[in-house]
């Protein structure tokens, strides 16, 4: 399983975008836990760097569809639902699991 960033280099609340393997990743630091989450919304394609962290989701920039950072679901249009892969931290290495 790839490292792809540092835990230092993602403030609270800090997104960083990556690319691994071939698939751009977004990850967002939510209160110290770091999420995987696809760098491109569901619905249209808007990019999500410029999305909003608030309570546990992301808001698409675009048209303001949230997604949880968790499970990637979406409340506003159920049938969006934003690609996640698994995280782990081992000091300040970053790895997600591809699957
Ligand atoms: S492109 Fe993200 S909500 Fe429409």
Known sequence: MPVVAKLSEIPNLGKKQVTTEGQDILLVNLKGTIYAVESECPHQGAPLAGAMVK????????HGYRFELK???????????????????????????LV
Do not use: N
Not at 55 to 62: E, F, N, S
Not at 71 to 97: A, N
């Open 55 to 62: 309570d546990g989701y992301l808001a698409c920039p675009r």
């Open 71 to 97: 499970d990637g679901s979406c409340k506003d249009q159920p049938e969006f639902v934003l690609r996640t892969w698994p995280v782990r931290i081992e000091g300040d290495d970053i790895i997600v699991d």
